[in-house]
């Protein structure tokens, strides 16, 4: 099996999300790394989400003041 199919940015960008979630197959995962190596422009998007997720982690860590969750929670309530 040749390794050297091409894999357009269209494909990519639709694969993105289970690429970085490491869901792939192998050949797969190797496909985008080879295309990434060599594209700037997905490159730059999957850095992108790669770092937004980190944002997103991190502030999960980070607790609501008090008065916010009650409010959430009076929300929930009344919905």
Same mark, same amino acid.
């Given at each position: 099996?040749? &390794?050297? &199919?091409? =894999?357009?940015?269209?494909?990519v =960008?639709?694969?993105? #999300?289970?690429?970085?979630?490491?869901? *792939?197959?192998? !050949?797969?995962?190797?496909? =985008?790394?080879? %295309?990434? @190596? %060599?594209?700037?422009?997905c490159? /730059? $998007?999957?850095? #992108?989400?790669?770092?937004? $997720?980190?944002? !997103?982690?991190?502030? !999960?860590?980070?607790? @609501?003041?008090?008065? *916010? $969750? /009650? $409010? !959430?929670?009076?929300?929930l309530?009344?919905?």
């Open positions: 099996m040749s &390794h050297d &199919h091409e =894999i357009s940015c269209e494909e =960008i639709e694969r993105l #999300f289970a690429y970085l979630d490491g869901e *792939l197959e192998d !050949v797969s995962q190797e496909t =985008i790394d080879r %295309h990434l @190596a %060599h594209c700037r422009d490159f /730059t $998007r999957a850095e #992108f989400e790669k770092r937004l $997720r980190a944002r !997103v982690a991190d502030s !999960v860590s980070t607790t @609501a003041p008090q008065r *916010l $969750r /009650t $409010r !959430v929670r009076f929300l309530d009344e919905f």
